[in-house]
């Protein structure tokens, strides 16, 4: 266990479905990230929330909407996905983000294992 | 050229042995790096973290980081079945924290 959670931990939707993936952190971080590892690719960084605010967003699809309510929460909504779009999407935090020296350790959760029929 | 490159795999060691897994990264500015196990189906997990040149032991593990060539490692000793694993490199990029990923190296440690 390593602070992080995320719910669901399987999801399979359809094309035209809306979904909503949940994470929750109970380390007291301040940074959350989301993460996409498909087979053969390396872990992709999709948005990073700093203190609730969107600093980084990858150049990701618009069916991609992330939401952080409070430095805790973080989701990412899901809406009109294509089966490329099946892949572990995993949660992290870490204590800060955009520290001058060290880069902080990330803290993944279990992640969900999307399928987008 | 890929940004974090890592040897595929599969790596396969007897149990006992030493198991040597190899990462060079481009950004000759990054800082920060880290090892991360990631068992099949389930999330990476921290194995280490290094941050100067030269040697950093964590029981079992040694990292091994050298910036003027861009290589950093991780050596498991006395390896056991249960090592066989993804191990993933990760490397920041310059000035920023966002880390880079590499593709992940599997290893296979057999009885």
């Known amino acids: 266990e390593t602070g992080v959670t995320q719910t669901p931990r399987h999801l399979v939707m359809g094309m035209t479905n809306k979904k909503s993936l949940k994470c929750e952190q109970h380390l007291g971080h301040n940074a959350m990230y989301w993460y996409k590892q498909s087979a053969k690719k390396p872990l992709e960084l999709m948005f990073v929330?700093?203190?609730?605010?969107?600093?980084e967003n990858n150049s990701v699809p618009s069916r991609f909407s992330p939401e952080c309510p409070n430095s805790s929460h973080l989701f990412l909504h899901l809406h009109t996905l294509q089966p490329e779009d099946s892949a572990l999407y995993l949660c992290?935090?870490?204590?800060?983000?955009?520290?001058?020296?060290?880069?902080?350790?990330?803290?993944f959760g279990p992640g969900t294992r999307l399928t987008v029929l | 050229q890929k940004e974090v490159e890592q040897n595929s795999g599969p790596l396969s060691v007897p149990e006992g042995a030493i198991a040597s897994l190899n990462c060079t990264y481009s950004d000759r500015g990054s800082q920060s790096f880290f090892w991360y196990r990631q068992y099949s189906g389930k999330s990476p997990e921290l194995i280490m973290s290094?941050?100067?040149?030269g040697d950093k032991e964590d029981g079992r593990f040694t990292a091994q980081l050298n910036k003027a060539s861009q290589y950093v490692s991780l050596l498991i000793r006395d390896s056991q079945p249960s090592d066989s694993a993804t191990y993933l490199c990760a490397v920041n990029a310059w000035r920023t924290d966002k880390l880079i990923f590499g593709t992940g190296t599997r290893l296979q440690v057999f009885p």
């Open positions: 929330y700093s203190l609730e605010e969107r600093v």
């Open positions: 992290a935090s870490s204590q800060d983000f955009g520290g001058l020296s060290r880069t902080d350790t990330q803290y």
């Open positions: 290094i941050y100067s040149n």
